[in-house]
Nanobody, 127 residues
């Protein structure tokens, strides 16, 4: 089992920045990739970005490309989501997720491909 805990959410004005963190614990050696998703009220949970645990380029949704950056610190078992130039439409609960599928070769982009989820952290961007 893998446990995930997000932190760093909050209220920020449009154009501002926030950095979210996702700390993993438990069987972290089994993690292949980590992803970030978000869910706004009345909307489905959507993919924001993902990164493999061992290296390689991150993947991003078109809506956040150029504004959000995913990074990882394997020594701390933590993945970060740096969010810049925030917009009111970025307002959502942000979730991190972990995939432990053996032999996977690409970062999963879909909700159902992740096995473990954090509790979420609220990000609110005011106009």
């Amino acid at each position: 089992q893998v446990q995930l805990v997000e932190s760093g959410g909050g209220l920020v004005q449009a154009g501002g920045s926030l950095r979210l963190a996702c700390a993993a614990s438990g069987r972290t050696s089994s993690i292949y990739a980590m992803g970030w998703f978000r869910q706004a009220p009345g909307n489905e949970r959507e993919f924001v970005g993902g990164i493999s645990w061992s290296g390689g380029k991150p993947y991003y949704a078109d809506s956040v490309k150029g504004r959000f950056t995913i990074s990882r610190d394997n020594a701390k078992n933590t993945v970060y989501l740096q969010m810049n130039s925030l917009k009111p439409e970025d307002t959502a609960v942000y979730f991190c997720a972990a995939d432990d599928t053996p032999l996977r070769t690409i970062v999963p982009l879909k909700l159902g491909e992740y096995d473990y989820w954090g509790q979420g952290t609220q990000v609110t961007v005011s106009s």
